[in-house]
């Protein structure tokens, strides 16, 4: 199974993305988290991401179509995968086409995640993230079993720079002048499902493995 999650920050993709691959045995690629270890290693790519991150902005797509065309060509991305924050823009979009039309990999489904714009400001600013394992928690909807401790690898856990109420008001400006157009591209080529993923975790979750169960086997 080839999907893209499509959304604005804070929709829950990674959230999903998370449960499907465990469902599913598939890979996960997420931009986000790529360009983060990059961050962390301080990585010549890494240093120059940061800047674009911290501020809620895209990172070039040359840079980020790099990573994503390295990933596709890993051994675990030939049973399937789950693209989480990618592409983000037309070039972006266009790219992986062309990728995947030379591996005969072609997308099974996008689905376009939506949550009211309150909903996601919420759920972005208590998200708090794991450094080390890349787990994700909620204040409020999905806490830590012990406050600000990571319950899978015991790390402390830390708000990411970006999830400042500036930089969350950039990051949907940006979604909206830049990705929400992927809405309409994916529509064009027949390959978009919309999916209300204002519920709880496991509401959403039920819903999507709806969606997704035609293409197990693909
Ligand atoms: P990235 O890491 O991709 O961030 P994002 O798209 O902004 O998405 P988020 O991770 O913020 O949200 P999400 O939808 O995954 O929600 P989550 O599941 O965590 O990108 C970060 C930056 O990297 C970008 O700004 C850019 O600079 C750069 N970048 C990345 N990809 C790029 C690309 N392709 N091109 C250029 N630059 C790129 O959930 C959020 C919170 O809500 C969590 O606390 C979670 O616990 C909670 N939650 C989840 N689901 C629910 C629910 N159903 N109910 C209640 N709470 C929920």
Known sequence: MRVVFLGA???GKGTQADRVVEAFKIAKISTGD???GAVRNQTKLGLEAKEYMDQGKLVPDSVVIGLVREKLNEA?????FVLDGFPRTTPQADELGQALGE??????????FEVPREAIVRRLSGRRSCPKCQATFHV???PPKQDGVCD???ELLVQR????REAIETRLKVYEEQTALLIRYYEDKRLLTHLDASEAVDAVFAKLMKVLEPYRAT
């Open 76 to 80: 675990g991305c030939a049973s399937g």
């Open 152 to 154: 899978r690898c015991g």
């Open 140 to 142: 409020d909807f999905s």
């Open 103 to 112: 591996k005969r990999m072609p997308l099974d489904r996008v689905v376009n």
């Open 9 to 11: 920050p804070g929709v």
């Open 34 to 36: 790529l360009l983060r």
């Open 161 to 164: 720079s970006d999830d400042r």
